[in-house]
């Protein structure tokens, strides 16, 4: 195009401008600073170092000979460190990397000006990282220097002013935050991904995972991390009935439960229920498994949800984002009136070897007991009378670890009770499993939900009884019936393992910490979680139900046309006109004009007036006056009261 | 290039069918908002390009943070848009003038540009068609700003830059608002002297009106001065400039009593062209030497004087000077 064809941006920046640009990617650096290697962070603060000392001391800019191995090094650096260049904490680092070697061959002003867009666009895989507010607060410092940076780009005179810069950059984003606001709330919103994502940008998300080993809940529980939030739409049940039902697992090869591959076969279970429903929305952090955590026991499948012939709510896809459903439960009900052989066959399933002792005890059960219900009171027994430990640091068990919890050491956490619970039924001859999930939870009045957190996971067993179907059996409760009634904090001695927010004895935190809660669980519902369905929601709230999103795009462009229309008002209205003395002024001159007398461009005031005097005699005393005022009124003291006077003279003239 | 691809290019240049400021009787080409145009520069698009790439990120992703920075950046550019546009709207070309030069010497133009919106205006770009390269300035609230831009001349006469052109990028470098602006502003391009080779003195006729050599023998040694461009050879002490530093010149006392004439008929040549030329280098000379002057051409006799007006009036007539077939 030929307006834009000349050179005119390639010029080189000053040295404000490079040190706009370090300190803003300084800022950009630091929101990926926790998550690069280390290896990666010494490099960049030394590309930092040395584009300083490029501009302070005058040396050259870095050559290919230089800056081709140091490129090739890096991303071999990175392929080694990562395994590879995909996934996202490569890319991040491949980007970071990148942004580096561009800034040591920056020249330009068009140089610099890229440098700037990719920071931007680092800037933004930041979120992959962490939504959270402190985050989308510190996306802010980033910005505005980017930007601030980027105005200081555009102006080639020197000594341009350093508040300028700075005050412009704060206005522009202030301006587009209104326009921002729109485009979030009405820009249609697509379902994602679009196409697949790396499967490492979820490996840091806690939960329950698909098996359970001794240790791993009781590891998960060191976590403060939030599980899930959930408002009830009645009173909260009992906290003893708070059984949050994740994964069911089946199968044991001696040292693991998990599930097998054939549990999903096996014939549907029925479930009846009675009494009346516990209806509640759960909004579930992303824990990259299927499960959603349900109320034992879901009498109504969440929408989008399926269920597993042995009850386990689970998503189409592991929950990789913050989702919301809603669930209905009933705390009394029959599961599995009937078993059938298969079932049952693959519910008594054991080792063929292993944990003699246990096996032992359950033979001489199963041969002096007389049902089944007599044998589950005295597995019950042993764990109340003997004297078993809860605890969160269980000393390591031998090969025979069921063996060696039940006579040995006796200290564990759930999972060793509902482990070697489960066991110790199956060997006796009565169909059981483990159930995990999350148990309790502790209310918020702030925002009247409840907060499950990950140091709530528990493990349970289900045992099948003859016409009462599977009933749980929470053996934890044997040993510590605390922990099912009062949580985890009034159970564990050594309170102090315990993340600071599951224990009691900080009130005032604990307050505090609620409130924050309450107010990070509103940015989760309304700004992280705001989605399609959101977006559907809040346009039914607010045009009524039937508004029909297909309408979604035409109410999108107006609202920004509005937008874009009131700003562009504000903006660009003409302030030529509105100097009131000139219009004032422009009036006497088209009065002169009608007379003949035309204001030459070049003719001042005074000229003018002078000229006027000569060519029209009879007004010269008015025009006189009229030019002395319009003079005093331009250069002096301006007031209101004699732009009225004004006026009037030229009324009269 | 030959004609047709000319026609063609000419024809293909759109930018020649929009709109241009003209000045009115009052006032000088004022930019309004009919006659800004705004388009995305080469790093807008880059901008552009990147917005899309985070919005396909956040949809892919789920990123609501995503989403507010990619809404964000897209905001920024929206409002730059405004910005940029607002920076070169109602700016009045008040003002553009040159001096003149001698043909193959560049002119400065003077653009003034009067602000009276109250605002500052940053990092505003003049350029016209064939100036070297586009000059920037800032213009202070109900002030002037000046821009100066370099104009290549080659031929003598009036010459004129076209419409100007008027364009910002700032406050981002995103966006580009441009304007055109018809000015009366116009080059006099004096013809090229000739090579002081082709002094006056070497092609007198000695009979009549005398010629300035035989002026300057009379009169009496006075001392040396710098050389100046446009003394005469025949003046240039080579002694004195062999034994000091830099070039001296013969200055003589009392030059120069009478007037000479300096005549079209007396130019050596065949090219028209050629002749002004060295009509030009004669003037020059003459006016060096500061003594009175006239000029003689076909059409045209100015009569012998002194000064820089008068200089600038006889350089100013070889300029316009139609050659006579």
Sequence with gaps: MSVTRHALRNFTPQRHDVIWLLLSLLAVWGLHIAHLPLWINGLMALIFGWRWLIESRSWSLPRMPVLLPLTLLGIAGIVASFDGLFGRDASVALLTLMLGLKLLESRTSRDFMLVIFIAYFLTVNAFLFGQSMLVAAGMLIPVTGLTAALIGLQKPQAASDQGLQLRLALTLLGQAIPLMLVLFVLFPRLPGPLWGVPKDSYKSMTGLSDRMRPGDISELSLSGATAFRVSFAGAPPMPSQLYWRGPVFGYFDGREWRADARAAYLPRESLSVRGEPVRYSVTLEPHNQPWMLVLDMPSQLPEGALASPDLQILAREPVRTRIRYEGVSHLEYTLADQLSPVAERYLLQLPQQGNPKARTLAEQWRAQLPDHQAIVEAALRIFRQQDFYYTLTPPPLGANSIDDFLFNSRRGFCEHYAGSFAFLMRAAGIPARVVTGYQGGELNPVGEYMIVRQSDAHAWTEVWLPHRGWVRVDPTAAVSPSRIEAGIASAISETASLPLLARRDYPMLRKLYLNWDAINNGWNQWVLGYNQQKQAELLSRIFGASFPLSLLTALFIAVTALALGLISWVLLRDKTTRDPLQQVYTRFLRKMARAGLQQAPEEGAQDFSRRAQQQLPMQAAKIAAITALYLQLRYGRPSAASLQMLKRQIRNL | ?325
């Design chain 2, 1 to 325: 290039m030959s004609r047709p691809t000319a026609f063609i290019k000419h024809s293909l240049n759109w930018t020649r069918w929009l709109r241009t400021a003209r000045a009115d009787a009052r006032r000088g080409p004022v930019l309004t908002t009919r006659h800004i145009y705004i388009l995305p520069t080469r790093a807008g698009a880059i901008y552009g390009t990147i917005i899309i790439a985070m919005l396909l990120g956040s949809i892919n992703y789920s990123l609501s943070l995503g989403f507010v920075l990619t809404f964000l950046l897209a905001a920024l550019g929206i409002v730059c848009m405004l910005h940029t546009w607002r920076n070169l709207a109602w700016l009045e070309v008040s003002h553009c003038q040159a001096s003149p030069v001698f043909a193959g010497k560049d002119a400065a133009l003077e653009v003034r540009l009067k602000e009276s919106s109250g605002r500052m205006r940053h990092a505003i770009y003049a350029s016209c068609e064939s100036c070297l390269q586009p000059q920037s300035t800032d213009v202070p609230p109900r002030q002037s700003g000046t821009i100066t831009l370099i104009y290549p001349t080659t031929r003598r006469g009036w010459s004129e830059p076209g419409r100007l052109t008027l364009f910002t990028v700032f406050p981002l470098g995103l966006l580009q608002a441009w304007s055109y602006a018809d000015t009366d502003c116009r080059v006099l391009v004096y013809p090229r002297p000739a090579a002081s080779g082709s002094s006056h003195a070497t092609s007198t006729d000695q009979a009549g009106k005398g010629s300035r050599d035989s002026l300057l023998g009379d009169q009496d040694f006075a001392g040396l001065r710098h050389y100046r461009p446009g003394d005469s050879p025949r003046r240039i002490d080579w002694k004195a400039s062999s034994r000091e530093q830099g070039m001296y010149s013969k200055h003589f006392q009392g030059e120069p009593v009478s007037s000479a004439w300096l005549d079209w008929h007396e130019t050596k040549g065949t090219d028209g062209e050629e002749r002004i030329c060295q009509l030009v280098r004669w003037v020059m000379e003459a006016h060096q030497g500061g003594g009175r002057y006239g000029l003689r051409l076909p059409q045209l006799t100015l009569a012998a004087d002194r000064g820089e007006a008068h200089y600038h009036r006889c350089l100013q007539a070889l300029a316009l000077m139609e050659l006579p077939t």
